[in-house]
């Protein structure tokens, strides 16, 4: 799965869920709801911890295995976690966003998310979107033509200036096939 910049220009959009359960991750429309991932300096000894419980005891699953997978693909540079933490997903308590990506990173490296995985379905969806060319075509055209409303108000002119041009054409060209 493609990170959360390349998500964001695929046009694909954020929002933080209403609970605070991995379970609650989806994708649904174009927008990808997560719990709100907080980040303080003890997070990595508490995920490392539970890291190790799901290793010590394979019968309670590996759902925390699975997140930290799915978080890192999601998060590869300080500018994901700025996304996200824009979009309200990320609560960063740390000194940087860089160091949270870092953090973020290495617990993830290395790991492989469960085929069997809820989260390994909403991966295979995102990926799906992306690929989809009008998705692409409409996130870039979004981000080129409607970010800026000066941008906005002259492609408007542009094509209402071009529609006149074309009416004006067809009513010029009309009265010489009728009148013969």
Known sequence: MPSAAKLSDAGIRF??????????????NGVLSLPVFK????????????????????CTGHEVLSYMCFMDNLVNTG?????????????????????????INSLGSGALM???SMLDDVQRMVSQHCKKPFNRWRASFAHTYLRNPWVFFSL???????????????????????KS
Request: proline share 4%; net charge positive; glycine share 2%.
């Open 15 to 28: 929002k933080s869920s209403k609970t605070q359960f991995i379970h609650d991750i989806n994708f649904k």
């Open 156 to 178: 408007l002119a542009a094509v209402i200036l071009l529609v006149a041009a074309i009416v004006q054409t067809v009513y010029t060209i009309l009265p010489f096939y009728h």
């Open 79 to 103: 500018r994901d976690v700025q996304l996200l933490r824009s979009k309200g997903v990320i609560k960063n308590l740390l000194s940087s966003d860089e160091e949270l990506a870092q953090l």
């Open 39 to 58: 980040a303080h300096d003890d997070t990595k000894k508490h995920l490392l911890n539970l890291l190790a419980f799901e290793k010590l005891y394979p």
């Open 114 to 116: 469960s085929p069997f």
